[in-house]
């Protein structure tokens, strides 16, 4: 019975956000709205001027649902970092939780559910805004928003579970800059990645973002087609893996 | 008592906002005093400790500190001041070492220098086998010691203790207090506050009570007791309300005076054991019944009513 | 004042030591930002025409991710990092019971931001260099000006900080940061906004700087460049006097 008790502490986070939503909005909502409007409609502007199309779409359509599911990915790992530290040991709300009927991982479940509740809250308000601009082409556009949360869910889950295994919060800017940034940059989200050299094109297949991008762009180009099944099946099995380090890095921190 | 003070307050004011947190103070500190600021939390005795360290300025009245006035002189004072805040300031970005010597450094002390005083305080204040750890893996008594050498790197003259060991298990309050006593011995002027009587008996040679932001009396540990109290104190604690309330008319007879609290009776007396045999052949029938020496919880209480530790 | 803000340095300098890499990643964001916007993207964008000349779009947009990374260092050092030191780590509580005051310790974070801030400019210009994008000997200025850019949003950003009350306050600074990075004529040039979104962008900060390192490392020198300078000179100098005021009596009360 872990989900009706994960669920207490969504409630708990959700009460929080009350106080803290400004930095959400930023995040998952303010962020790829910008970086569309500079590179998609600016930069866009002179890419058509000069070239064209990319991958058969103006490039506007190109990189809204790659900014889409970068920003859901970015956002989500910085949310499951810092204060998944502040509930382990600078606050320690989540002492206070496990002293409950919760358990570690009803507590890793639910603050894991609630990111993803965020960024796909976040994804929906970024494709309204985007559709009225012209940068969704399709209404199955919508299933953006299921893919956008399962690719925060991912990397939600695999950066909590490391957070729990941390002391000091030295190498969190290391793993964002070193690990999230050039993934941000890299997965297909500004440019297509057969333009990459040949073992960075390898590279991008492993990365969990290049497939939450791919499976949004199909999503808001209408041209869903079988292999983004292949794309869901990676970003489930990515946040299966994530799961189950974090179930036990959790129980390991708060029963320690 | 010729010598110039080292610390000269007079009518010393502080306010924050409406609220007067030091209320025309007049106290002076003489050189190898080891001087104690006592009272409950709110007394305004923090921010009196912030005046003479010359991080807060005062709102009224005099201040010398080493004869000089910390609104013109701060920095050169604090040169000369060692400061042990009420929360530890360590450096939570550097090893237990580093923070020793940068805090030599900012005084301006060569680097040879400073790694040879920040070994010496280490070993004094013993964590020498701590020396490359990080100050977030210290406990809550080693970081206040460590605090303590970060305060004496320059060789100050005047030591300033912000209620040294409030948050301290027993065992290391008196570890606190034993390399106090020694540094106190060697000479040095230490003036801390704190709201333990026992800490202040333990330390002080003189104190002032601070109520409300004033002083409400002044003196060593034990003539305050001799002024303001009886020499013993007997306690006693009742069943209930109802039967605290019967034995008071007896207990109008015994001692020179009662304290009556919520959850017992306070009889101030010259010979407790002599009351005690009164009262026991006839008396009220207390609980319990327990005869000590007055202390200054029992002179804050005279004076202001009320109990230290609320 | 003394010298003994450069004790504050020597702090920093001693945090950081033991966190190299953390510090050496700083020096990773431009590089990416100009191997997959400048490179990549690139690629798509093919040439630019800016000034009457037209260059790669790498070359277009490397000088302004000099500007841009002189430009976040800066701010990063004097909000989030001076927040921290005096809200939450109390490092300067514990400076200001020294004979530091509080303008040696404002003065000390500044310096070593500016430090900070220089070394990573110097290693960013040296890959433009290798790489092939410095077209003109105006070029030895670069590094200056990223300097002089950082001093001025090192100013701003330390003024902004004396009105934070709380971590939450800072989602406003990337709230201006962004917008800024991404609209100062970065990435795609001045030329490609209406007229009346032109005015405002050669009015914000960030343009000045962008408008300076370009022209600077393409060779377009013109003397409107001291009215760039002189923009981010006043910037910083305010700044400052606005902290100094209103610092003392923020670490002093």
Same mark, same amino acid.
């Given at each position: 019975?872990?989900?009706?008790?994960?669920?207490?502490?969504?409630?708990?986070?959700?009460?929080?956000?009350?106080?803290?939503?400004?930095?959400?909005?930023?995040?998952?909502?303010?962020?790829?709205?910008?970086?569309?409007?500079?590179?998609?409609?600016?930069?866009?502007?002179?890419?058509?001027?000069?070239?064209?199309?990319?991958?058969?779409?103006?490039?506007?359509?190109?990189?809204?649902?790659?900014?889409?599911?970068?920003?859901?990915?970015?956002?989500?790992?910085?949310?499951?970092?810092?204060?998944?530290?502040?509930?382990?040991?600078?606050?320690?709300?989540?002492?206070?939780?496990?002293?409950?009927?919760?358990?570690?991982?009803?507590?890793?479940?639910?603050?894991?559910?609630?990111?993803?509740?965020?960024?796909?809250?976040?994804?929906?308000?970024?494709?309204?805004?985007?559709?009225?601009?012209?940068?969704?082409?399709?209404?199955?556009?919508?299933?953006?928003?299921?893919?956008?949360?399962?690719?925060?869910?991912?990397?939600?889950?695999?950066?909590?579970?490391?957070?729990?295994?941390?002391?000091?919060?030295?190498?969190?800017?290391?793993?964002?800059?070193?690990?999230?940034?050039?993934?941000?940059?890299?997965?297909?989200?500004?440019?297509?990645?057969?333009?990459?050299?040949?073992?960075?094109?390898?590279?991008?297949?492993?990365?969990?973002?290049?497939?939450?991008?791919?499976?949004?762009?199909?999503?808001?180009?209408?041209?869903?087609?079988?292999?983004?099944?292949?794309?869901?099946?990676?970003?489930?099995?990515?946040?299966?893996?994530?799961?189950?380090?974090?179930?036990?890095?959790?129980?390991?921190?708060?029963?320690? | 008592?010729?010598?110039?003070?080292?610390?000269?307050?007079?009518?010393?004011?502080?306010?924050?906002?409406?609220?007067?947190?030091?209320?025309?103070?007049?106290?002076?500190?003489?050189?190898?005093?080891?001087?104690?600021?006592?009272?409950?939390?709110?007394?305004?005795?923090?921010?009196?400790?912030?005046?003479?360290?010359?991080?807060?300025?005062?709102?009224?009245?005099?201040?010398?500190?080493?004869?000089?006035?910390?609104?013109?002189?701060?920095?050169?004072?604090?040169?000369?001041?060692?400061?042990?805040?009420?929360?530890?300031?360590?450096?939570?970005?550097?090893?237990?070492?580093?923070?020793?010597?940068?805090?030599?450094?900012?005084?301006?002390?060569?680097?040879?220098?400073?790694?040879?005083?920040?070994?010496?305080?280490?070993?004094?204040?013993?964590?020498?086998?701590?020396?490359?750890?990080?100050?977030?893996?210290?406990?809550?008594?080693?970081?206040?010691?460590?605090?303590?050498?970060?305060?004496?790197?320059?060789?100050?003259?005047?030591?300033?203790?912000?209620?040294?060991?409030?948050?301290?298990?027993?065992?290391?309050?008196?570890?606190?207090?034993?390399?106090?006593?020694?540094?106190?011995?060697?000479?040095?002027?230490?003036?801390?506050?704190?709201?333990?009587?026992?800490?202040?008996?333990?330390?002080?040679?003189?104190?002032?009570?601070?109520?409300?932001?004033?002083?409400?009396?002044?003196?060593?540990?034990?003539?305050?007791?001799?002024?303001?109290?009886?020499?013993?104190?007997?306690?006693?604690?009742?069943?209930?309300?109802?039967?605290?309330?019967?034995?008071?008319?007896?207990?109008?007879?015994?001692?020179?005076?009662?304290?009556?609290?919520?959850?017992?009776?306070?009889?101030?007396?010259?010979?407790?054991?002599?009351?005690?045999?009164?009262?026991?052949?006839?008396?009220?029938?207390?609980?319990?019944?327990?005869?000590?020496?007055?202390?200054?919880?029992?002179?804050?209480?005279?004076?202001?009513?009320?109990?230290?530790?609320? | 004042?003394?010298?003994?803000?450069?004790?504050?340095? =020597?702090?920093?300098?001693?945090?950081?030591?033991?966190?190299?890499?953390?510090?050496?990643?700083?020096?990773?964001?431009?590089?990416?930002?100009?191997?997959?916007?400048?490179?990549?993207?690139? =690629?798509?964008?093919?040439?630019?025409?800016?000034?009457? =000349?037209?260059?790669?779009?790498?070359?277009?947009?490397?000088?302004?991710?000099?500007?841009?990374?002189?430009?976040?260092?800066?701010?990063?050092?004097?909000?989030?990092?001076?927040?921290?030191?005096?809200?939450?780590?109390?490092?300067?509580?514990?400076?200001?019971?020294?004979?530091?005051?509080?303008?040696?310790?404002?003065?000390? =974070?500044?310096?070593?931001?500016?430090?900070?801030?220089?070394?990573?400019?110097?290693?960013?210009?040296?890959?433009?260099?290798?790489?092939?994008?410095?077209?003109?000997?105006?070029?030895?200025?670069?590094?200056?000006?990223?300097?002089?850019?950082?001093?001025?949003?090192?100013?701003?950003?330390?003024?902004?900080?004396?009105?934070?009350?709380?971590?939450?306050?800072?989602?406003?600074?990337?709230?201006?940061?962004?917008?800024?990075?991404?609209?100062?004529?970065?990435?795609?040039?001045?030329?490609?906004?209406?007229?009346?979104?032109?005015?405002?962008?050669?009015?914000?900060?960030?343009?000045?700087?962008?408008?300076?390192?370009?022209?600077?490392?393409?060779?377009?020198?013109?003397?409107?460049?001291?009215?760039?300078?002189?923009?981010?000179?006043?910037?910083?100098?305010?700044?400052?006097?606005?902290?100094?005021?209103?610092?003392?009596?923020?670490?002093?009360?």
């Amino acid at each position: 019975m872990s989900a009706p008790l994960a669920l207490r502490v969504v409630e708990h986070e959700a009460q929080v956000f009350k106080r803290f939503w400004r930095g959400t909005l930023f995040g998952y909502v303010l962020n790829p709205l910008l970086y569309l409007a500079a590179l998609g409609f600016g930069l866009g502007s002179l890419i058509t001027e000069n070239q064209g199309e990319v991958a058969g779409l103006p490039y506007v359509e190109f990189v809204a649902p790659g900014l889409m599911a970068a920003a859901a990915m970015q956002a989500a790992a910085a949310d499951s970092l810092w204060p998944v530290m502040a509930g382990m040991k600078w606050i320690r709300w989540y002492h206070g939780m496990v002293a409950t009927p919760l358990r570690p991982r009803d507590v890793y479940t639910g603050s894991v559910a609630w990111t993803a509740m965020r960024a796909g809250l976040g994804a929906t308000v970024f494709l309204v805004v985007a559709a009225l601009l012209g940068a969704i082409p399709s209404a199955w556009g919508v299933l953006a928003i299921p893919s956008a949360a399962l690719t925060a869910a991912g990397f939600a889950a695999m950066l909590a579970a490391y957070a729990a295994t941390q002391e000091v919060d030295l190498r969190f800017p290391l793993i964002m800059r070193l690990g999230i940034l050039p993934l941000f940059l890299v997965s297909g989200t500004f440019f297509p990645i057969d333009q990459l050299p040949g073992w960075l094109q390898v590279c991008a297949w492993a990365s969990p973002l290049w497939h939450g991008v791919e499976l949004c762009r199909a999503s808001t180009t209408g041209m869903l087609e079988a292999v983004d099944l292949a794309h869901l099946a990676f970003l489930v099995g990515f946040l299966w893996v994530g799961w189950l380090w974090g179930i036990r890095s959790f129980d390991a921190r708060l029963t320690a | 008592m010729s010598e110039t003070p080292l610390i000269d307050a007079r009518g010393l004011v502080k306010r924050f906002g409406d609220f007067t947190a030091v209320d025309h103070l007049d106290v002076q500190v003489q050189p190898g005093e080891a001087f104690g600021f006592l009272g409950p939390n709110g007394a305004g005795k923090t921010s009196t400790m912030r005046m003479i360290a010359c991080v807060s300025q005062r709102d009224g009245g005099a201040l010398s500190v080493l004869g000089m006035d910390p609104a013109t002189e701060g920095s050169a004072i604090r040169a000369r001041l060692g400061v042990v805040p009420q929360d530890d300031t360590l450096d939570l970005e550097l090893t237990v070492r580093d923070n020793v010597l940068i805090y030599g450094r900012y005084f301006g002390l060569s680097r040879a220098e400073t790694r040879r005083r920040a070994d010496e305080l280490l070993e004094f204040v013993q964590l020498t086998d701590r020396r490359d750890d990080r100050v977030d893996a210290l406990s809550g008594g080693m970081r206040r010691r460590l605090t303590i050498a970060r305060s004496l790197v320059n060789q100050p003259e005047l030591v300033l203790l912000d209620e040294p060991t409030t948050g301290l298990d027993p065992q290391a309050r008196h570890l606190v207090w034993e390399r106090l006593y020694r540094l106190k011995r060697s000479g040095a002027t230490l003036v801390l506050t704190t709201h333990y009587m026992d800490e202040a008996e333990q330390l002080c040679d003189r104190l002032v009570i601070m109520d409300g932001g004033r002083i409400v009396a002044e003196g060593s540990p034990r003539a305050l007791i001799d002024r303001h109290s009886t020499r013993d104190v007997v306690e006693l604690r009742f069943a209930d309300e109802h039967a605290q309330h019967a034995a008071l008319a007896r207990l109008e007879q015994v001692g020179e005076r009662r304290e009556v609290l919520p959850d017992r009776v306070l009889v101030y007396t010259a010979d407790g054991d002599a009351d005690v045999e009164r009262l026991t052949s006839d008396g009220p029938h207390p609980e319990s019944l327990l005869v000590r020496r007055s202390t200054l919880e029992d002179v804050f209480l005279t004076l202001t009513g009320r109990s230290l530790e609320e | 004042m003394s010298a003994l803000f450069l004790h504050v340095v =020597e702090r920093d300098f001693l945090a950081y030591k033991r966190m190299w890499l953390v510090f050496l990643s700083g020096f990773a964001e431009p590089v990416f930002f100009l191997l997959s916007i400048g490179v990549g993207v690139g =690629e798509l964008v093919g040439d630019v025409h800016v000034g009457g =000349e037209t260059v790669s779009y790498q070359a277009f947009v490397a000088p302004a991710l000099l500007a841009v990374s002189a430009m976040n260092g800066a701010v990063f050092d004097t909000t989030f990092n001076f927040f921290f030191k005096y809200k939450y780590s109390k490092s300067f509580d514990a400076m200001l019971a020294t004979p530091l005051g509080p303008t040696d310790v404002a003065m000390g =974070e500044l310096t070593w931001a500016l430090l900070r801030g220089t070394i990573y400019s110097t290693a960013f210009f040296a890959l433009l260099l290798a790489f092939g994008l410095v077209a003109s000997p105006w070029a030895v200025l670069a590094v200056p000006v990223a300097m002089l850019i950082g001093f001025a949003f090192a100013g701003a950003g330390m003024a902004a900080t004396t009105w934070m009350r709380s971590f939450v306050d800072f989602d406003y600074v990337g709230i201006v940061l962004i917008p800024l990075f991404l609209f100062s004529a970065t990435f795609f040039p001045i030329s490609e906004y209406p007229t009346g979104l032109q005015i405002v962008v050669r009015c914000t900060p960030l343009y000045q700087g962008v408008a300076l390192e370009r022209s600077l490392i393409l060779g377009d020198v013109s003397w409107a460049l001291l009215g760039h300078a002189c923009y981010l000179a006043v910037m910083g100098v305010v700044g400052l006097w606005v902290a100094g005021r209103r610092l003392g009596r923020l670490l002093q009360p």
